[in-house]
């Protein structure tokens, strides 16, 4: 849980009460690599933070079409579709377990309430928004002004042994490339 501790002093310290409280309407499940957390076309009711494992958030553009990893997250991060649990809508964009993870999940319905009912909480799911905003925003200027090679060494130093943990075509999907492409790359980065 420290890492969970960890990721709310960064946003907005939580009172002991609060963070009690914010526990008591969560849980922490176990899941295994292929489970999903949000399946696309379903509702998503539930927010994810991730203690430990790898996950992506993927979506198809077409009903017959590949799918498109938008983005993997690792420990300490949140992984969901919100327009999905925010609108009760079905999910244009999945999440998937990448490896094994060990998951605090806690309802949207409950954490609306928190917030309506706690001015602490409601301060502390606002700054969490805008800290999810500037990531956002981040990743799209990553997108547009770095290569690929730049942007897999990004994602290698944001999460440690990526290689070793998840299968290269879904690495190469969050580059928006090929594995081929990929391929090349780790060839290149190898003799240099």
Do not use: W
């Not at 946003?11 to 009690?20: C, D, G, T, V």
């Not at 539930?46 to 553009?61: A, D, H, P, Q, S």
């Not at 090679?149 to 290689?163: G, P, V």
Request: charged share 25%; glycine share 4%.
């Amino acid at each position: 849980m420290e890492i969970l501790i960890n990721f709310i002093k960064d946003i907005y310290p939580l009172s002991n009460e609060a963070f009690q409280r914010l526990l008591s309407i969560s849980q922490v499940v176990s899941y295994k690599a292929g489970d999903h957390l949000c399946e696309l076309g379903a509702v998503n009711d539930r927010v994810f933070f991730i203690l430990n494992g790898v996950t992506r958030t993927y979506m198809k553009e077409t009903p017959d079409s590949q799918e498109i990893n938008k983005n993997i997250c690792s420990s300490g991060q949140l992984a969901t579709s919100l327009k999905s649990a925010l609108d009760k809508t079905p999910a244009l964009i999945g999440c998937q377990c990448l490896t094994d993870a060990l998951i605090v999940e806690t309802k949207d319905e409950d954490l609306m309430k928190f917030r309506q009912d706690s001015k602490e909480f409601s301060e502390f799911m606002y700054r969490a928004l805008e800290v999810e905003y500037v990531k956002l925003e981040e990743a799209l200027i990553d997108l547009l002004s770095k290569n690929a090679t730049e942007r897999y060494l990004d994602l290698r130093k944001k999460i440690k042994n990526i290689d070793q943990l998840i299968p290269q075509y879904h690495i190469a999907s969050h580059l928006g490339i090929t594995p081929i492409q990929l391929s090349r790359i780790r060839k290149k980065l190898l003799t240099e």
